[in-house]
């Protein structure tokens, strides 16, 4: 009896296959195989008065590479099988494209044919396969319906802006992304800083050294103001002795965080190891297809799109072992998962398959960002089945007059779950010396330093992901493809600040302007809370609290009210002008947004098709002639750094600043975000 196993990745099928033997064959869909049609009622593929009844079609190669070639494939070997598993990956999205693929060929749904994998094990996979249930029709309902979303939106309002204000596109989560950032920027422009001033006294007693800050002033928070202000503070402490009024000193407990999920596992990659979004999702989906560690292909971690922190019984307990023989017993914890009220706990946390597979025994065969990415991920999940950090805290208050001083220490006495994660999230000690309550110490200095209050900070991809996900915007397995989005269309810039390592969202003017206008006209759609909603809609429709087809049609009626309005009231703007003028026919030279983006033309166009290029000068000059290195725009859109002495001078290079490439949620073999 031949059975067939349809995953969504090639690398991943070389794995499965592997693990069940030569009465199965598995081969790949790479992704999704159909999408909505382009055709109908404005190109939506959706037949808004039939009930709004989708129309699928085919994935075309212009879409996706070979895509012909696969569904080719897939009708020849589904019709050879006597057996099909879709064991395609075990999310809405991955039971969607089971679904398409069983329509497409019409293999019955009534059938138990479905197997999902939250890790690519041996164990796990012949297991799966042992046992396969029916398709879960309501997480495909979820996710049509998301889909469907996506596509009324992300049409409808990129066909407005496109004609409008010349604008890319707009969507369903990348607008509130962007709007998130454009709010930021006016926050900061309108923020007015304002003077603080912080007072320390420095110490020594039997050799030691430790310092003391004003925390009240005649009992109140210190909150001083100026300069003349501290300086009497300053005088009179110096004047003066500190009298030590009490001392604290307690046994503190610092436990571990929960194994990853997507979110935290994005902004700790960027954090602590310098990766963007794209490439730590990149590296994860290598990982958890499948790596040859010296014994054959086997998946190193679990699924890592997932908003779990649970661990199954059966790591916790290979891990609790391993703890204690590779730690001691002292070590060992107990680990309870406490996941959020709004995560879909369909499998578990992004922990390590096997906890024997240590990442200092399998680093030969990884490369280096691999082995970074995983040492992470395993090391917080064996911290999370770790005991606490255990340290002494020592908080005294010093008293000099009206004025209230504190100093702190610190002691480590037991290392706990820090034993192994200690790299990621360690902390120094600090120590007081020995202090006696009403001691009088006279400071060696006191000093007053001038601060200003910072306006907020822009969001960094890290900060951004945090923000969308405390929110409830979008998905964790979307943030990188939502981030990819907003600067592939010249809404946002990404770059680190001069003086800074920490690369940071800044609104480019298309940007603001794309957010201002759906401010304007659909404040009621594109905001955080309405986005959020729908979200939790999204989870009622899987859990079959909703009917799908009711969600659309209501948002379709409040959504195309807003956007007929648009229509009518949304105003071309007046460009902008350079100041210069035009030196064919002497009319006023404007900025133009054209496809490949920004360039000058002349202002009485088309009586007059004057233009020029913008050519932002870079700071360098030309290693070839000298002049000024200048930021241009080639005919694909993308920027390099050229010589501005141009056509006598062809020296050119990369353009380091360039709006990077992210790995899109396209699942790296061609599934549609």
């Known amino acids: 009896m031949s059975k067939l196993v349809i995953v969504e990745s090639p690398s991943k099928a070389k794995t499965i296959e592997k693990y069940l033997g030569s009465d199965y064959h598995v081969i790949s869909s790479k992704g ?11 190109g939506l593929g959706i037949d808004i008065r039939n009930n709004f009844k989708p129309t699928y079609i085919d994935i075309t190669n212009d879409k996706k590479p070979n895509a012909a070639a696969v569904i080719k494939e897939l009708g020849r070997e589904i019709k050879k099988a006597d057996q099909v598993y879709l064991a395609t990956d075990p999310d809405r999205e991955g039971e969607a494209i089971a679904w398409h693929i069983a329509d ?26 042992a046992h396969p249930h029916k398709i879960d029709m309501k997480m495909v309902d979820s996710q049509e319906t998301r889909r469907m979303y996506d596509r009324i939106i992300g049409f409808k309002l990129s066909t407005l ?8 596109s707009a969507g369903r989560v990348q607008s509130v992304a962007l709007k998130l950032i454009v709010d930021r920027e006016k926050e900061i422009a309108a923020f007015v800083p304002e003077e603080y001033w912080t007072i320390d006294a420095a110490f020594k007693k039997n050799r030691e050294k430790f310092t003391a800050a004003l925390v009240k002033v005649s009992g109140k928070k210190a909150d001083v103001k100026n300069e003349a202000d501290a300086e ?12 030590i009024t009490d001392i604290k000193d307690e046994v503190k407990q610092k436990a571990p965080k929960p194994p990853f999920i997507t979110s935290t596992l994005q902004q700790d990659a960027i954090n602590k190891l310098g990766f963007s979004a794209s490439k730590t999702m990149r590296i994860a989906q290598a990982l958890y297809e499948g790596k040859d560690v010296g014994n054959g292909l086997t998946g190193l971690i679990t699924y890592m799109r997932t908003d779990s922190v649970r661990m199954s019984d059966v790591f916790m307990a290979q891990g609790k072992q391993y703890i204690v023989e590779n730690y001691g017993k002292e070590y060992a914890g107990y680990y309870r998962s406490k996941t959020s009220a709004n995560a879909q706990d369909a499998h578990e946390a992004i922990r390590p398959t096997d906890v024997n597979n240590n990442p200092e025994t399998i680093k030969e065969y990884l490369t280096n960002d691999e082995y970074k990415l995983y040492r992470m991920i395993y090391y917080r999940a064996l911290a999370a089945l770790m005991k606490n950090s255990k340290y002494q805290s020592l908080t005294v208050r010093m008293e000099n007059g009206p004025y209230e001083f504190t100093a702190t220490g610190r002691k480590e006495l037991f290392d706990g779950y820090l034993k192994v994660y200690g790299q990621y999230e360690g902390s120094e000690d600090h120590y007081l010396p020995v202090l006696e309550l009403n001691e009088s110490l006279k400071a060696d200095k006191v000093e007053s330093h001038q601060h200003f209050t910072e306006p907020p900070l822009r969001y960094s991809e890290a900060r951004l992901i945090k923000t969308m996900e405390d929110l409830g915007i979008g998905r964790p397995s979307t943030y990188a493809s939502t981030l990819d989005t907003i600067v592939e269309r010249g809404y946002v810039e990404l770059a680190a600040p001069k003086g800074s390592k920490v690369k940071v969202f800044t609104p480019t003017k298309r940007g603001t302007l794309t957010s201002e206008k759906l401010d304007e006209f659909f404040s009621s759609i594109i905001n955080t809370k309405y986005t959020a909603d729908m979200e939790k809609q999204l989870d ?7 009917d799908h087809i009711k969600a659309v049609r209501d948002f379709y009626n409040t959504f195309e009210p807003l956007v007929q309005n648009a229509y009518v009231n949304m105003k071309k703007p007046a460009p902008e002008k350079t100041g210069d003028k035009c030196p064919l026919c002497g009319g006023d030279l404007v900025l133009r947004t054209g496809t490949w983006g920004e360039f000058i ?9 004057y233009t020029q290029n913008i050519n932002q000068e870079t700071g360098e000059m030309c290693p070839e002639c000298g002049a000024p290195l200048v930021r241009k725009t080639n005919s694909k859109g993308q920027s390099f750094i ?19 490439r992210y790995y899109r949620r396209k699942r790296s073999y061609g599934k549609n975000s």
């Open 32 to 42: 999704h195989i159909r999408d909505l049609a382009t055709n109908g009622h404005e």
């Open 104 to 129: 497409r060929f019409n293999i019955p749904l009534d059938q138990e044919n479905r197997v999902v994998f939250s890790e690519i094990t041996k164990p796990v996979v012949t297991n799966a396969i």
């Open 161 to 168: 802006l496109q004609r409008r204000i010349n604008s890319k």
């Open 232 to 243: 009497v503070i300053r005088q009179y402490c110096s004047d003066n002795p500190f009298v």
């Open 540 to 546: 009622d429709i899987a859990e079959g609290r909703e």
């Open 601 to 609: 033309g002349c202002a009485n166009y088309p009586k007059c098709s």
């Open 642 to 660: 050229g010589c501005s002495n141009y056509p006598s001078c062809r020296y050119t290079k990369q353009d380091p600043s360039s709006p990077r």
